[in-house]
């Protein structure tokens, strides 16, 4: 009988180890080089089969000594381009960079439980692939889908933690069905006419047509969608004009749609040509052009009710409470989305939001920080659902 508990708390410290280095050396999307070195290392020391996969991924096979189903534990590496400001002890050595989304944590959680799961193999029936996804930003999941993640053995089901601070430390939260959102991003180019300030009249001012578009644009989500179905028109960044007397030429925008629709496919393109309505119609009135781009990104995340229940029994045994659970659904984007579109799938978010600990500053802020007191719990969580999932014969 395996004392998950025990052999957690005797890796915590390497546990916390491994994610402060993570967290120093953060690293871009597709640009995850060290890490997945160490990744790669980590888990042929272990003995598992190992290999890289879409670029920088690593997945490591942990066959069972009884045949069965293949499970797939999920941790995603990349960081974002934010500049620290935590001023913690081990904040990040790459300049412009930091792991402020939580994925650090979700490494050195896998890396862990993939310890203590390879010294049981004797008693898991099937196959565990120990998947560390690249660039989840920008959805890397696809591309280890296309070259062939849930093949070779076929992949029966896929389980991943997000830690999270806008939930207090010691919550879970878990629903089913969709519970995070489908994302699109766009590039949107408006064209003028440069000119002189002190002459409007003999240039088109490209400035003025995108502050009335930024503003209409956001009359879609309250004018024209159903307000049960949630919807997130965000303008990210703006840039336009090189001085304060010249008319500028263009004005470059960018920003995400996100949206939690029952159709998504079918919505997301009404969703999609009312964006484009608004903007073609401003841009005829105001007499400039445009360019707009769409980016694909992820679909929504589909919580499978039986893996909510595998989680749901996980987390009593943890954290031995049953009224920690919080119905939470988000509209962030995550490309864990991939896999829950293909195989029985379920991520859940262990809270992370503690005052004291000063670890409750919203993901990407340059402050955000995890309370490691909560890393335990998620290795702790990824064996037990997936010792249970593998071991059930239904």
Not at 100 to 105: I, L, M, N, P, Q
Not at 230 to 243: D, R, S
Not at 272 to 301: H, Q, T, W
Request: charged share 25%; hydrophobic share 40%.
């Amino acid at each position: 009988m395996i004392n998950i508990k025990q052999e957690v708390e005797a890796l915590e410290e390497e546990l916390i180890d491994l994610r402060r280095d993570f967290h120093m050396h953060p690293e871009l999307g597709f640009q995850e080089f060290r890490t997945s070195k160490i990744i790669y290392e980590y888990l042929n020391n272990l003995g598992l089969e190992v290999k890289k996969i879409a670029k920088t991924g690593v997945v490591g096979l942990l066959k069972g000594e009884k045949p069965g189903k293949t499970l797939i534990l999920r941790a995603d590496m990349d960081a974002l381009p934010v500049t620290e400001k935590t001023g913690l002890d081990y904040a990040s050595v790459n300049k412009g960079l930091m792991h402020a989304c939580g994925h650090d944590g979700h490494i050195a959680m896998l890396l862990i439980a993939a310890k203590i799961l390879v010294n049981h193999k004797g008693q898991i029936s099937g196959n565990i692939k120990f998947v560390f996804q690249p660039n989840e930003e920008e959805a890397g999941a696809l591309d280890m889908i296309k070259e062939g993640v849930l093949e070779d053995p076929k992949v029966d089901g896929a389980f991943a933690i997000h830690l999270w601070t806008p939930l207090k430390s010691g919550e879970i939260g878990l629903a089913e069905g969709p519970v995070m959102g489908a994302l699109e991003e766009f590039e949107l180019t408006i064209m003028g006419k440069a000119g002189h300030t002190g002459s409007p009249h003999e240039a088109i001012d490209p400035i003025l047509a995108s502050t009335n578009i930024i503003q209409t644009l956001q009359s879609i989500q309250t004018r024209e969608i159903d307000p049960l179905l949630p919807t997130v028109i965000m303008i990210g960044k703006i840039n336009g004009g090189t001085g304060r007397n010249i008319i500028a030429d263009k004005v470059e925008i960018g920003g995400t749609i996100r949206f939690l629709f029952k159709d998504e496919e079918k919505e997301k393109g009404i969703l999609l040509e009312k964006f484009e309505r608004v903007i073609k119609g401003i841009c005829e009135a105001m007499n400039v052009k445009y360019k707009l781009d769409f980016i694909p990104s992820n679909p929504a995340l589909l919580n499978n009710q039986d893996m909510v229940n595998y989680v749901r029994k996980a987390s009593i045994e943890t954290f031995g409470v049953d009224d920690n659970f919080v119905k939470y659904r988000s509209m962030a984007g995550e490309d864990f989305a991939e896999f829950s579109q293909r195989v029985p799938s379920v991520l859940y978010f262990i809270g992370n939001g503690n005052e004291e600990k000063e670890t409750n500053y919203p993901h990407h802020h340059s402050k955000f920080n995890l309370d490691e007191d909560t890393l335990k719990y998620g290795v702790e969580m990824h064996i037990r659902t997936a010792i249970a999932f593998l071991n059930n014969k239904n």
